[in-house]
């Protein structure tokens, strides 16, 4: 694939994280409470996931393969459910933009830590002093939508 069409992919995806959150969150008010609701989002998650390894036949994994992989790698679906309900309560309080704002910058410090030391297996890829300013202008646009209108 083109490294336009893997960019382009990725927005799109970003993008459902957004539609994500608001949908999460109506769906923790209207169940009435936000465990309920990423119980239910998590239960969807799952049926797609299966009904897509039966229809692409997916063999099973083998054994050996999941004992060699090492205790964080299990991580993810841990890291999924805290974003979820944690998106369930924060998303409607802070709003949409606010919100995922916080979780790119979030995002973009663990992963400029990931790339800058090698951690849970990505190449090292020293950070340039212009990504240093890239991740505090995203920081800078944090703080931009949290106090928008009060700095006036």
């Not at 083109?2 to 109506?26: D, H, T």
């Not at 964080?72 to 890291?79: I, Q, V």
């Not at 920081?139 to 106090?147: H, N, T």
Request: hydrophobic share 60%.
């Amino acid at each position: 694939m083109s490294k336009i069409l893997l960019i382009s992919l990725a927005i799109s995806v970003g993008g459902l994280v957004a539609l994500q959150a608001g949908s999460n969150a109506f769906l923790g008010r209207q169940l009435g409470h936000p465990l309920s609701a990423s119980l239910a989002s998590l239960g969807v998650s799952l049926g797609v996931v299966v009904l897509a390894l039966v229809i692409m036949r997916v063999p099973l994994p083998a054994g050996a393969g999941v004992a060699a992989t090492p205790w964080w790698s299990w991580l993810g679906g841990l890291f999924g459910a805290a974003y979820l309900t944690v998106a369930v309560m924060l998303a409607p309080r802070l709003g949409g933009a606010t919100f995922l704002a916080c979780v790119v910058a979030g995002q973009m410090l663990v992963s400029a830590l990931c790339d800058q030391f090698g951690w849970i297996g990505f190449p090292v890829r020293r950070l340039s002093a212009e990504g240093v300013l890239a991740l505090l202008l995203i920081v800078a646009g944090v703080l931009l939508l949290q106090w928008r209108g009060r700095l006036a």
